[in-house]
Every structure is written in structure tokens, then in C-alpha cells.
């Protein structure tokens, strides 16, 4: 099988071989596959059941109880009931079910921690805590709880900062973001902050966020950050990808609101985990193999739709959207200083604040050369100069939503090197006229620091040591404690 990742005919320098060799021999072309709890399978997408079971046999004994089935909702609904109000929503409830249906893979954890850099950048300037916020409001990517847990494993490397992962945007207050120095934007999409339903809240947790970096502190984002609100926000909601507790809340609401109120009780959760068991246990022996649990559980309790839907094992994310890929000649790029069709400009600032808004990307694993526009900047020197290539979905941001004149660019697409072939799977309607294709950069947003990078949607780039360098010194600039020369690239 050929590897994907950071090319070996670009070796960096001799010093570099040896993680970027690393990098390389772990990253391989993905094939779409199924997730479990322990490495076993997780349904492969045909049903709920699977990763169902997976997520109440909480003993990992490949069967569950009625105790199991009742202890997990339990668990469930007091981690969603945060306000002790004896009654959750759906969407309070998918914040709590996000860790439990959404974890790394153990082997790409290994992975990545294989992969992890030794000497850091620069020496913390003080004790700094980071709040990891990976909630998505539309396309929900698989490598959100990877990037997660490698932003806590290279704070732990060196004690460079704390970490706490959050999937709920009722964390982002004022009084919540004071005991943090940094938030890392985790393939955040949508308007992920948002409350349709409550301008006030939403309006709050904008301002809370801006007031957080304009008043000194850092941001760092990575992958799709830049595919938020760009949208309508009328309305949230998860799609496509690892939603599996978008589903999951969704069917345990359907089923369990007796009441009709839209919300879940304590007591109306308890009676759906009653409910089911004595409708999956169907030999009454208080116990069910994890296999029978899922398939009488697709049988008759969430039969996947035609085709194979449901919320099965989480498929790895190097399938591609299928958005924005096919090129239609007839059509015309948007002219410099025009919005592109469609586009909703919800929350101006976070564009600006992010860098820009996503439009198109190749598919998953598109061969990318990336340019080091920075040769040198300390958030660079990883690459020591040296173009590479890289397998990934690689983003491209609407004509006028980026500018050299508004961000200082570390690394790019070298356009140049794409082949007529590869640049004609863009459409012409959101090419750029400029060919500048931006991957990572930084800027100063008020009295704080900003940091970006574009790949990240696949889970192998969390194996490949240099990126994880590039990173780890993205987020110790927007800390504060890597001082780099941030001005716009083009004046």
C-alpha cells in the first residue's frame, strides 16, 4: 500500500528523518471502516444497535443487562441535566451522549501519542489551561475526538497547559472562559455557539468569545473552524458524519417523551430503558449478547432506513462530503469583493476572526504540496524550509474571506505544483482568481493571538510528528509564549 502523509522524497533535513520517517510509515490511504469500544466492530452504519450496545455494556463483557441499560441512562441524563431541572432536551442530551458515541479510535490514540513531539517550542511563561470546544452544528467530523485528545497529550508533553474538552456551547460565558488562557476551535462547524431559540443566550456566548481574545487571550483552530457561520442560523443541528448522538438523542426523545413536552424526565428515561429491555430480552434471561442487543435493536427498535442509515460504527472520515466537487464550465468565479451565492454572513466578526469562510474541498486524499510561506517563523521550523506533500481534505475559503492583508501566513498550497487535472475538480464558481490557496496563519485579533490551520480532517494527520509540531506551536503562539512575527503578509 503506497503511504499517504508528509512525502519522503521531501526529506526536511537529516535531523528531521526520523520523526518525519515515523509520520510517514503510519499514515496509509483510508478505507472506510467500522467502530467499537476495544478495537471490536461498531455496525458498519447498518442500524443504531451496534454502537448502541457498544456504549451500555459498560462492563465490556459483550453483553448487557437490565441494570447496565438502566445505569447508562441514568448516567446520561444527570450528565445532561446540569440545571437539576428534572428535564432535558434533546439537544442537552446529545451534548452528553457527544463523548459517549464519539471516541478516538485506541488505535489511532496510539498513534498520535507515538508521533508526539519531545522539546517544545518555548518554555510556558506560567500555568495556562485550554478548553478544547468540539461541538459541531452541521458537519460533524470523526477526528474531533482525536484532535481532542491531542491537544491534552501535547499539553501534558513539557506541562505546557491543562486541558478540558467541552461539546456544549453553555460553557462559553463569561464567567466559564475566565480560568482559561486559550480556546482550541476543534472542527467546530455551523454555528456552533448558537441557540436558536434563545437570542439572548446566543448573543451572550458571541460576545463572551469575543471579549476572550480582544482582551488578550488566544485562539487556535483547526480544520473545519473555518466552515462556520457562513450559513443561515435560524436554525442548529448536527449532519452527515459522526452523528451518532444526534441520532441516538433524537430516537431516545422519540421514544421516551410519554408527555409530549419535547423534554425527558428522570422518570420518562427510566421507563424507556425499561421498556426496551423487556422488548430486546425476548428469551427473558436478564441478559443479551451484544449481538442479539443490536440486531433485535435494528430489528425493532430503529430499523435503518433503505440504504443502510442509522447512526452506525463510526466511518472514518476519509470518505469526503461530496460537496462543492464537480466543475460546471458554464459557470463564472465571483468577481474580488463579492459574497459568493448563498452565503449567509451571519456572525461577521468570526469570519474575520478565523481568517475566512470555507467554500470548496478536495476529496480525501487529494495529494496537496504545501509551501512554507514563512521559512522563518518558529511556528515553521519543523519543516526547515522544505515544500511537502500531504494526503488530506484540504479546504479552500471563498475569494474575498481571505486576505495576506489581514493574517501573516506560515504555509499554503504551492498551486503551482496541482495538476491541471486535480485543479478542474474545483468548480469554477468558487475558484480563486488569485490562486492563493491559504492552510495556516496567524494574527493578532485585539490584545490576542490567533492561530489556524486548514488540515486535520483525517485521523492519520494526528500521527504525522511535524504536524503535531505545527500545532503544538500554533497554540504556544496563541498563548502567549512563542513570539513570532505576526504582521499581515502583505501590507
Keep these: 500500500m503506497k503511504p499517504t ?19 510517514v510509515g503510519m499514515v496509509y490511504a483510508q478505507a472506510p471502516g467500522a467502530s467499537g469500544r476495544g478495537g471490536r466492530g461498531g455496525g458498519g452504519g447498518r442500524g443504531a444497535g451496534a454502537p448502541m450496545a457498544a456504549a451500555v455494556d459498560t462492563n465490556n463483557n459483550d453483553a448487557v443487562t437490565r441494570d447496565e441499560l438502566k445505569s447508562a441512562f441514568d448516567a446520561w441524563y444527570t450528565a445532561a441535566d446540569k440545571t437539576k431541572s428534572n428535564g432535558i432536551t434533546q439537544f442537552q442530551l446529545q451534548v452528553a451522549l457527544t463523548p459517549v458515541f464519539n471516541q478516538a479510535k485506541p488505535e489511532d490514540v496510539s498513534a498520535m501519542e507515538t508521533a508526539l513531539p519531545s522539546s517544545p517550542a518555548a518554555k510556558p511563561t506560567k500555568a495556562h489551561k485550554v478548553l478544547v470546544f468540539g461541538n459541531a452544528a452541521g458537519f460533524i467530523h470523526s477526528s474531533i475526538p482525536l484532535a481532542a485528545k491531542t491537544v491534552e497529550e501535547l499539553g501534558k508533553k513539557g506541562n505546557l497547559w491543562t486541558t478540558t474538552i467541552s461539546y456544549d456551547p453553555a460553557d462559553i460565558t463569561a464567567a466559564n472562559l475566565k480560568q482559561y488562557d486559550l480556546i482550541f ?22 460576545k463572551a468569545f469575543m471579549d476572550f481574545v480582544n482582551d488578550g487571550k488566544g485562539i487556535a483552530g483547526i480544520h473545519a473552524a473555518s466552515d462556520s457561520y457562513h450559513t443561515d442560523c435560524s436554525h442548529v443541528g448536527g449532519a452527515g458524519g459522526s452523528a451518532n448522538p444526534v441520532t441516538a438523542s433524537t430516537l431516545i426523545l422519540t421514544q421516551g417523551d410519554t ?6 424526565s428522570r422518570q420518562e428515561i427510566d421507563a424507556l430503558a425499561a421498556t426496551w429491555f423487556d422488548k430486546l430480552d425476548t428469551a427473558k434471561a436478564g441478559t443479551i449478547s451484544r449481538e442479539d442487543f443490536a440486531t433485535r435493536f435494528n430489528a425493532s427498535i430503529s430499523p435503518a432506513p433503505a440504504g443502510g442509515g442509522g447512526f ?3 466511518g472514518r472520515s476519509g470518505g469526503g462530503r461530496g460537496r462543492a466537487e464537480t466543475t460546471a464550465s458554464t459557470e463564472k468565479r465571483v468577481p474580488q469583493g463579492q459574497t459568493p451565492p448563498g452565503t449567509v454572513l451571519d456572525w461577521p466578526e468570526f469570519n474575520k476572526l478565523i481568517g475566512g469562510y470555507f467554500k470548496f474541498h478536495w476529496v480525501y486524499p487529494q495529494l496537496i504540496t504545501v509551501k512554507i510561506d514563512d521559512p522563518k517563523s518558529p511556528l515553521t521550523a519543523m519543516f526547515h524550509g522544505q515544500e511537502f506533500e500531504i494526503h488530506d481534505e484540504t479546504y479552500t475559503f471563498a475569494q474575498d474571506s481571505f486576505s495576506r492583508k489581514n493574517v501573516h501566513m506560515l504555509t499554503s498550497i504551492d498551486y503551482s505544483k496541482m495538476s491541471e487535472a486535480d485543479k478542474d475538480k474545483e468548480p469554477v464558481a468558487t475558484g480563486r482568481t488569485d490562486g492563493d490557496y491559504a492552510l495556516s496563519y496567524i494574527h493578532r485579533q485585539g490584545k490576542g493571538r490567533v492561530f489556524y490551520e486548514a488540515h486535520g480532517h483525517a485521523e492519520q494527520i494526528y500521527a504525522m510528528t511535524p504536524m503535531l509540531e505545527h500545532v503544538r506551536a500554533g497554540i504556544q503562539y496563541a498563548l502567549g509564549d512563542l513570539k513570532a512575527d505576526d504582521s499581515p503578509s502583505q501590507k
Design 185 to 206: 476551535l476543534d472542527s467546530t462547524t455551523g454555528c456552533f455557539l448558537d441557540d436558536p431559540k434563545d437570542a439572548a443566550a446566543t448573543a451572550a456566548r458571541r
Design 5 to 23: 502523509g508528509l512525502s519522503m522524497r521531501t526529506l526536511i533535513t537529516a535531523g528531521a528523518v526520523g520523526s518525519l520517517a515515523l509520520a
Design 312 to 314: 452506525g460504527g463510526r
Design 259 to 264: 408527555n409530549g413536552d419535547q423534554k425527558l
